[in-house]
């Protein structure tokens, strides 16, 4: 049982570069989540999903898209990267009360 | 707002003495709690939840937390400190109340455990 999966682990980015950040759960958790974990500041959710089909922006959401077509997967795309997207990011799923997280990306745009 | 505040930046500790972990909040309806831990270069692992029922949680790793709805506290706690809980610890809360809504985290608290 794998719970939640991030890839890639790392990624350097140059500054206007695009990319997506993976996220699968084999749970069958409707909620699935990401976050961004900054020094000094906790964790703060981009996006989210309460099941396929259905997102919604949390408390950071600007620079970043999601899409939910299946329950498994809900990938991250960053679309023009920028310095300040430089962070930790953690995809999250969930069945009522506790999240699992995933092991994280970090990632850095220079 | 829902929020989650956790007064200290860091905690030491030495090995053998008990420790806290301070947390309050600050939510409309029936709190959610949780403590998470994040060992270096890792992710978040679960800890505890409170949801309802006795206020003193117990949970993994011999940490234990207890809820104080007239403090709006719930402080992690554990007797006896180990040089292995040294780690980022998180307090956080159900957005909405209830099982409802995000997680809302608080900043984090680093514990130090010296030998």
């Known amino acids: 049982n794998a719970g939640v999966t991030q890839t890639p682990k790392f990624q350097v980015l140059k500054t206007g570069q695009s990319m997506t950040l993976q996220c699968a759960q084999d749970?069958?958790?409707?909620?699935m989540s990401w976050y961004r974990q900054d020094p000094g500041m906790g964790l703060r959710l981009i996006h989210y999903?309460?099941?396929?089909?259905?997102?919604d922006q949390g408390e950071v959401p600007n620079g970043y898209n999601v899409s939910r077509s299946t329950t498994e997967d809900f990938p991250l795309r960053l679309l023009s990267a920028a310095p300040s997207q430089t962070s930790v990011y953690f995809c999250a799923s969930s069945y009522k009360t506790g999240e699992t997280f995933g092991s994280g990306t970090r990632l850095t745009v220079v | 707002a829902q929020s989650v505040a956790q007064p200290e930046d860091q905690v030491n500790v030495a090995e053998g003495n008990p420790l806290t972990v301070k947390c309050t909040y600050s939510?409309?309806?029936?709190?959610?709690l949780f403590w998470y831990v994040q060992y270096p270069n890792r992710g978040l692992q679960f800890l505890l939840k409170y949801i309802t029922g006795d206020n003193l949680v117990k949970g993994s790793y011999g940490f234990e937390a207890e809820f104080n709805k007239s403090q709006t506290s719930f402080h992690l706690k554990k007797p006896s400190a180990l040089v292995s809980d040294s780690a980022l610890y998180f307090c956080a809360v159900r957005e909405l109340g209830g099982s409802q809504g995000n997680l809302i985290f608080g900043k984090g608290t680093k514990l130090s455990v010296k030998p």
């Open positions: 749970m069958n958790h409707e909620y």
């Open positions: 999903s309460v099941g396929a089909g259905i997102t």
């Open positions: 939510v409309s309806g029936n709190p959610y």
